[in-house]
């Protein structure tokens, strides 16, 4: 018997969007494990989401009927594809491709005037994001604005829950990637021309991948790039911009970033929640949940979480690395974290190099980007620049 009465909270509520990390702090206090109507249950205690990571019997990710690879799958299945995708990311490939990220932050700031206002998100972040993407899958600098406003309406669409306006969408995703499979079969494409070449000679089950699968493969690549890398270079920078003390640190010792930045965005969380479902009944945090119920995971909540960290809100280079859960644990952690971290640090290394400091700009306040989004819509910020 699933212990639902009421609502515990409402997710969509007017306060929860303005301020995310405020609201969930709010609910692992007083409500660690919470029901609502939208999300059904919601785990914001650091101890109940690495039980549920680590116990995928109980906990299916095949929350939808909708091909997700491999997000959406279970073992067997999933450790089949995640076999398949892994290698995209290894040390190798992240070696000769960072480059390419470093070209491209660098020829962004290069267009920002010296001594100026930026608005971070639209000038930088994301331009940098959708940049960064097609770089990686050989697709060319005519998809930046589409793959930008797909970004935008299939946010907006699971904001809403509008499941038409999601199907359309999902729609239009396959058939940009269709026409980019298209483009490389006229012309012969070979394994090793690019990313996408790659993908349409790789083989699940003794044939090659549909057009269904690769088209999961690069919208899960894809959400992961544009909504969470540049949200995290939005928090990353904000952060140094108000904590005066962290960007003299880091500037003057440029070879702590890379803890830093996952640091950083463990204080603040670039992506807010993923999903699982219940198998059989089970009680967690003393609520009874029964088979079948949905499970949502609040990663922002999870590492804010004084039980496992001690003053979460201080950035502490010292803190146990294993225990941040920034790119997830267990057999669905976030294959693209090798990118990820990569492509980060590269801005972050380029922005010090481009400018003496950044701060925030006080009679333009940032914005908070709203659920399922996480950091800011927009981030209006000075940079003093060296020029
Ligand atoms: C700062 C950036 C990123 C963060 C914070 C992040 C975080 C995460 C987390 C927490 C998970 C686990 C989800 C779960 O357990 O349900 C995950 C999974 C995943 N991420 Fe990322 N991610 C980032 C960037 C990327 C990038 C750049 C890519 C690919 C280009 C990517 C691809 C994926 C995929 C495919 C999965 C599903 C893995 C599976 O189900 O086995 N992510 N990510």
Redesign the pocket.
Known sequence: MTDKLRSDWDPRSEGVLRNQRAAYDEMREHCPVAYSDIMQWSLFRHRDITRV?HDEDTFS?VVSQHLS?????DPPE?KV??HL?EPY?APARMDAFEPSCREIIIELLDQVPAQSDVELMADIAQPYAVRV?CA?LGWPSSLYDPLVQWAHKNTEATRTGDRQAMSEIAREFEALVVDMLEVRRQDGAKPGDDITADLMYEKVWGRPLSHKEITS?LR??????IG??S??IGILVHYLAKHIEVQKRLREQPSLLPGAIDEI?RIH???VA???ITTCPVEIGGRKISAGERIS?N?ISANRDGDVFDSPNSFRLDRDPTEN?????????????P??RM??LAVMEALFEHTEWIEAVAEKPAINAVYPASGFSSLPLRFTTTQ
């Open positions: 990571l990710s690879i491999p997000n959406g799958m999933h594809y995640r995708i990311f993407q990686f493969i899960n690549w894809t959400v992961g790039e969470t890398i949200a995290a965005l969380g670039p992506l993923n999903r699982r995971l990663w859960l920034l790119y997830g644990a267990g057999i669905h952690v976030c294959p693209g974290a990118l990820a492509e980060l």
